[in-house]
């Protein structure tokens, strides 16, 4: 399929210059340059605008509840591992209600990719502060300012034991669109949080305060090094995009020997005899 | 009509949950029908644990509050029992002093010197007084041991045989029944409730299963975790309920038969998840094992008091089933149905139980069926020829239900959205869709009426008084009927949805008493909105434990 081909032919509703957009097309283009079928490709959604991403995509998708992409995203991979798995959430939705499953599904690494949509902001509920918003911002759920410290999600994934961990941008589209065929390519959990600006209610990340911090690791970076990977996510003034840690761990699914041959979806939903468990009941 | 009653008390860590259940198979081994009933505390040591059997050469359902065979292998049974004349206590009456008013029969086994002589370490003075127990109630010797053989790394079963032989020689046969023990019943099974469930969703070909553990609903996880690679099942402790649920839906929208199973607070996390599986009407099976609460309540004890949470459970409105079984038998047989409702339906299935009945051991002749069939409901199966195309996922194909699809499918996408939505499963809020939807997906209803079994009948059609139950009270009923004809009683085997004007025709002539373990009746409430029929005599009990035998026949007696 071609990156076109995977427009769902509903209209976005995004903002005029809204990240989303960009994010979308690099999500389209990744699909297309992997080859990748979209009825192939299950899309996990979260709340938020980052969850519409499921109504544009002519793939298979599942729109869950707040915060609650990466449980679905488990369930639906371990019944299903043939299936390519990404879930697109927000920081609100990852790094706030999901905090807890974030952590938990990196212990697992299992093949699926997570974006998250950070633009530092709750944007479809208005404008209140999210846990990656700065220290002082004034919201409508913060009116005197917030007094939270800023969660550094890179950090937090790194230190949880994260194998992939990635950082994109919605104003380089042509770089995320090859983190994310990186991520899907990546044999466990691929987590790249793509750095966006919300165009109506955020106000200090706009485009032009990432077009002059960001830029982009190259070859002489070894991401196969912890420390490496822990000083660039504590960078400060500067902003480092694309692959900061990758190393290579057990695959989640490659542990279970249930569904070593087939999928689960194949093995089960059939009359078992249970004269065996029965018998030790005797 | 008679049983006797046999009770192992100690401090937790004694292995009283190990002792007690063997003794259980023991009897039944000898071809005795027995009931085994544990309470026990939320710790690891210390306390006071205590497994009570009811055994009988007749068909034993449940538990009497009677004791009259006490094992005591510590100070803390006295501390806790109420010792009465005729009770026969096994005790170490060198090391337990007892006070003078105290009197039973007692029998006397030196445990700490037999321990102290064979250089025996502590744990194995449930064998010696298993071993005394065996010979006071004529149970051949060969049974205990083979039983230690079955349950004993090799290397400790021949001094917990020794044990026990010592335990043996300070008991001559003394307790006597005239008992003719029943050779069918040394085939039969014994096992727990929860195990009813574990062994009915494997033969429903569950492929995964997901929670996080809660007493009382923990051994289910348990279970299934131990046979999940023999089976091919995904069995997963998740983080916390809410992934447990969630996960589970995911994996039900993969396609694969999905479960999770907990008590009230791990289903108070699971709550927002159920609304999910409604909404996208993806089947789910879900085991709600009751204990008091609120909150975190009493862990290891006994309440039937969610009824009125899961049929409400979760904001708006909108089809669930619940099914509440009330022995062994219809736990299995429902669990296996409850997978086949859930994917025939597309809504979310309770099977309900509770400490009581999830814990508690039963005699049962068998579980294998013949008839029982796997129906998965409709699934679409594709089509090639434009397999990029969406799928009306949510247009009703017949009685409500629509075409469900595995991801995969070739001309099958859609999108499952916690939104309410359109045919193929894009967000719509307008109210035409919603009106359509909310019909249909309550049309379902009419249709899963047809399915469920109406309450039954118990006992003499024409007694006194009729007893209206749910779930495991059953059991108490149906042994305080061997002793009384004073009474029948109306069990719910089902309680949502049920044809109701049917519910109105059983009830009819009959004068109703609510018997339930919890503080405000609460299907007695249900059936009053539901038909009209308020019952005012309600026999109530919430501390815990389950209804007693004697307390019912006492209540039918005092006729209140």
Same mark, same amino acid.
């Given at each position: 399929?071609?990156?076109?081909?995977?427009? +769902?032919?509903?209209?976005?509703?995004?903002?005029?210059?809204?990240?989303?957009?960009?994010?979308?097309?690099?999500?389209?283009?990744?699909?297309?340059?992997?080859?990748?079928?979209?009825?192939?490709?299950?899309?996990?959604?979260?709340?938020?605008?980052?969850?519409?991403?499921?109504?544009?995509?002519?793939?298979?998708?599942?729109?869950? $509840?707040?915060?609650?992409?990466?449980?679905?995203?488990?369930?639906?991979? $371990?019944?299903?591992?043939?299936?390519?798995?990404?879930?697109?959430?927000?920081?609100?939705?990852?790094?706030?209600?999901?905090?807890?499953?974030?952590?938990?599904?990196?212990?697992?690494?299992?093949?699926?990719?997570?974006?998250?949509?950070?633009?530092?902001?709750?944007? $479809?509920?208005?404008?209140?502060? +999210?846990?990656?918003?700065?220290?002082?911002?004034?919201?409508? +759920?913060?009116? +005197?300012?917030?007094?939270?410290?800023?969660?550094?999600? $890179?950090?937090?994934?790194?230190?949880?034991?994260?194998?992939?961990?990635? %950082?994109?941008?919605?104003?380089?589209?042509?770089?995320?669109?090859?983190?994310?065929?990186?991520?899907?390519?990546?044999?466990?959990?691929?987590?790249?949080?793509?750095?966006?600006?919300?165009?109506?209610?955020?106000?200090?990340?706009?485009?032009?305060?990432?077009?002059? %911090?960001?830029?982009?690791?190259?070859?002489?970076?070894?991401?196969?090094?912890?420390?490496?990977?822990?000083?660039?996510?504590?960078?400060?003034?500067?902003?480092?995009?694309?692959?900061?840690?990758?190393?290579?761990?057990?695959?989640?699914?490659?542990?279970?020997?249930?569904?070593?041959?087939?999928?689960?979806?194949?093995?089960?939903?059939?009359? %078992?005899?249970?004269?065996?468990?029965?018998?030790?009941?005797? | 009509?008679?049983?006797?009653?046999?009770?192992?008390?100690?401090?937790?860590?004694?292995?009283?949950?190990?002792?007690?259940?063997?003794?259980?198979? /023991?009897?039944?081994?000898?071809?005795?029908?027995?009931?085994?009933?544990?309470?026990?505390?939320?710790?690891?040591?210390?306390?006071?644990?205590?497994?009570?059997?009811?055994?009988?050469?007749?068909?034993?359902?449940?538990?009497?509050?009677?004791?009259?065979?006490?094992?005591?292998?510590?100070?803390?049974?006295?501390?806790?029992?109420?010792?009465?004349?005729?009770?026969?206590?096994?005790?170490?009456?060198?090391?337990?002093?007892?006070?003078?008013?105290?009197?039973?029969?007692?029998? !006397?086994?030196?445990?700490?010197?037999?321990?102290?002589?064979?250089?025996?370490?502590?744990?194995?003075?449930?064998?010696?007084?298993?071993?005394?127990?065996?010979?006071?109630?004529?149970?051949?010797?060969?049974?205990?041991?083979?039983?230690?053989?079955?349950?004993?790394?090799?290397?400790?079963?021949?001094?917990?045989?020794?044990? /026990?032989?010592?335990?043996?020689?300070?008991?001559?046969?003394?307790?006597?029944?005239?008992?003719?023990?029943?050779?069918?019943?040394?085939?039969?099974?014994?096992?727990?409730?929860?195990?009813?469930?574990?062994?009915?969703?494997?033969?429903?070909?569950?492929?995964?299963?997901?929670?996080?553990?809660?007493?009382?609903?923990?051994?289910?996880?348990?279970?299934?975790?131990?046979?999940?690679?023999?089976?091919?099942?995904?069995?997963? !402790? @998740?983080?916390?309920?809410?992934?447990?649920?969630?996960?589970?839906?995911?994996?039900?929208?993969?396609?694969?038969?999905?479960?999770?199973?907990?008590?009230?607070?791990?289903?108070?996390?699971?709550?927002?998840?159920?609304?999910?599986? /409604?909404?996208?009407?993806?089947?789910?099976?879900?085991?709600?094992?009751?204990?008091?609460?609120?909150?975190?309540?009493?862990?290891?004890?006994?309440?039937?008091?969610?009824?009125?949470? =899961?049929?409400?459970?979760?904001?708006?409105?909108?089809? #669930?089933?619940?099914?509440?079984?009330?022995?062994?038998?219809?736990?299995?047989?429902?669990?296996?149905?409850?997978?086949? &409702?859930?994917?025939?339906?597309?809504?979310? =299935?309770?099977?309900?139980?509770?400490?009581?009945?999830?814990?508690? !051991?039963?005699?049962?002749?068998?579980?294998?069926?013949?008839?029982?069939?796997?129906?998965?409901?409709?699934?679409?199966?594709?089509?090639?020829?434009?397999?990029?195309?969406?799928?009306?996922?949510?247009?009703?194909?017949?009685?409500?239900?629509?075409?469900?699809?595995?991801?995969? @499918?070739?001309?099958?996408?859609?999108?499952?959205?916690?939104?309410? !939505?359109?045919?193929?499963?894009?967000?719509?809020?307008?109210?035409?869709? #919603?009106?359509?939807?909310?019909?249909?997906?309550?049309?379902?209803?009419?249709?899963?009426?047809?399915?469920?079994?109406?309450?039954? &009948?118990?006992?003499?059609?024409?007694?006194?008084?009729?007893?209206?139950?749910?779930?495991?009270?059953?059991?108490?009923?149906?042994?305080?009927?061997?002793?009384?004809?004073?009474?029948?009683?109306?069990?719910?085997?089902?309680?949502?949805?049920?044809?109701?004007?049917?519910?109105?025709?059983?009830?009819?002539?009959?004068?109703?008493?609510?018997?339930? @373990?919890?503080?405000?009746?609460?299907?007695?409430?249900?059936?009053?909105?539901?038909?009209?029929?308020?019952?005012?005599?309600?026999?109530?009990?919430?501390?815990?434990?389950?209804?007693?035998?004697?307390?019912?026949?006492?209540?039918?007696?005092?006729?209140?």
């Amino acid at each position: 399929m071609k990156a076109m081909e995977f427009n +769902s032919g509903k209209i976005p509703v995004w903002c005029p210059g809204c990240g989303n957009f960009a994010i979308w097309n690099a999500i389209k283009g990744a699909l297309a340059d992997l080859e990748l079928n979209g009825k192939d490709v299950v899309n996990v959604s979260g709340i938020g605008c980052s969850g519409k991403m499921l109504n544009h995509l002519r793939t298979y998708g599942f729109h869950t $509840l707040h915060g609650r992409t990466l449980p679905v995203a488990t369930g639906v991979k $371990l019944s299903n591992h043939k299936l390519t798995v990404i879930v697109n959430g927000g920081d609100g939705d990852g790094y706030g209600m999901g905090a807890g499953h974030f952590i938990h599904a990196i212990r697992r690494n299992l093949d699926i990719t997570y974006l998250v949509h950070d633009n530092h902001i709750y944007g $479809l509920t208005t404008g209140q502060a +999210s846990p990656t918003t700065d220290k002082g911002l004034k919201s409508k +759920s913060t009116p +005197s300012g917030v007094i939270d410290e800023p969660l550094n999600p $890179l950090a937090v994934a790194l230190n949880a034991g994260a194998a992939f961990v990635a %950082r994109g941008y919605s104003g380089e589209v042509e770089h995320l669109k090859e983190l994310i065929k990186e991520g899907i390519n990546f044999k466990g959990f691929a987590y790249i949080d793509i750095l966006q600006p919300c165009v109506t209610f955020g106000k200090k990340y706009s485009y032009e305060y990432y077009d002059e %911090r960001i830029y982009k690791l190259d070859e002489s970076y070894d991401c196969t090094s912890f420390e490496n990977a822990l000083k660039k996510v504590w960078e400060k003034d500067k902003i480092a995009l694309g692959i900061i840690y990758k190393i290579q761990k057990d695959e989640y699914t490659s542990l279970h020997p249930q569904i070593k041959e087939k999928t689960l979806l194949e093995t089960t939903g059939k009359i %078992r005899d249970i004269s065996e468990e029965l018998q030790s009941f005797k | 009509m008679t049983v006797l009653t046999w009770k192992i008390g100690g401090p937790a860590g004694f292995g009283i949950m190990s002792a007690g259940p063997m003794f259980a198979k /023991a009897l039944k081994r000898s071809g005795y029908s027995v009931q085994g009933y544990p309470e026990y505390p939320s710790i690891i040591r210390g306390g006071y644990n205590c497994y009570h059997i009811t055994f009988s050469n007749e068909s034993v359902f449940s538990v009497y509050k009677r004791c009259d065979i006490l094992v005591a292998l510590d100070k803390v049974v006295f501390d806790n029992e109420d010792i009465t004349e005729n009770m026969t206590v096994i005790a170490d009456f060198d090391s337990i002093k007892l006070s003078e008013d105290i009197v039973c029969k007692k029998i !006397h086994i030196p445990i700490k010197n037999i321990l102290k002589e064979n250089d025996f370490p502590d744990i194995v003075k449930n064998s010696i007084a298993l071993g005394a127990s065996a010979k006071l109630l004529g149970v051949d010797e060969n049974i205990v041991f083979k039983l230690f053989e079955e349950s004993f790394p090799a290397k400790v079963v021949n001094m917990n045989i020794e044990a /026990a032989k010592k335990g043996m020689q300070y008991c001559e046969n003394v307790i006597q029944n005239n008992f003719k023990p029943d050779d069918k019943v040394k085939d039969y099974l014994v096992m727990t409730g929860n195990e009813a469930i574990a062994t009915g969703a494997i033969k429903a070909g569950v492929g995964f299963y997901s929670t996080y553990p809660m007493t009382p609903a923990s051994s289910i996880l348990h279970y299934l975790a131990g046979v999940a690679e023999k089976y091919g099942i995904i069995v997963k !402790h @998740t983080e916390d309920e809410i992934a447990g649920i969630i996960m589970a839906i995911g994996a039900s929208y993969a396609g694969v038969r999905a479960m999770t199973g907990t008590s009230g607070g791990g289903l108070s996390l699971m709550t927002e998840g159920v609304g999910l599986a /409604a909404m996208i009407e993806t089947p789910l099976v879900i085991a709600l094992s009751q204990r008091p609460g609120p909150a975190t309540g009493m862990p290891t004890w006994t309440e039937q008091s969610d009824l009125k949470f =899961v049929m409400n459970i979760s904001q708006d409105e909108f089809v #669930r089933i619940v099914l509440t079984p009330g022995d062994l038998k219809e736990l299995f047989v429902m669990t296996f149905e409850a997978f086949n &409702l859930a994917d025939k339906y597309q809504v979310p =299935v309770f099977v309900l139980t509770d400490k009581f009945l999830s814990e508690s !051991h039963f005699c049962v002749d068998n579980l294998e069926y013949d008839g029982l069939e796997i129906d998965r409901g409709y699934i679409f199966e594709g089509d090639e020829s434009k397999p990029m195309d969406f799928f009306p996922r949510y247009k009703e194909f017949k009685n409500g239900v629509a075409m469900r699809v595995n991801p995969g @499918t070739p001309g099958g996408l859609f999108k499952a959205p916690g939104n309410e !939505h359109d045919d193929f499963g894009f967000v719509a809020t307008d109210s035409k869709t #919603r009106i359509k939807n909310q019909e249909r997906r309550f049309r379902k209803e009419n249709y899963i009426k047809d399915e469920l079994p109406l309450p039954k &009948l118990y006992g003499n059609e024409n007694a006194e008084i009729t007893f209206v139950c749910w779930g495991s009270t059953k059991l108490p009923l149906m042994e305080a009927l061997k002793f009384t004809e004073k009474f029948n009683f109306i069990h719910f085997s089902a309680v949502n949805p049920i044809n109701w004007e049917d519910v109105k025709n059983i009830f009819k002539g009959k004068k109703l008493v609510a018997i339930e @373990t919890n503080f405000t009746g609460q299907l007695a409430s249900i059936i009053a909105e539901k038909t009209g029929i308020v019952i005012e005599d309600k026999f109530l009990k919430y501390d815990g434990r389950p209804f007693f035998v004697e307390e019912i026949l006492d209540f039918v007696e005092r006729g209140r």
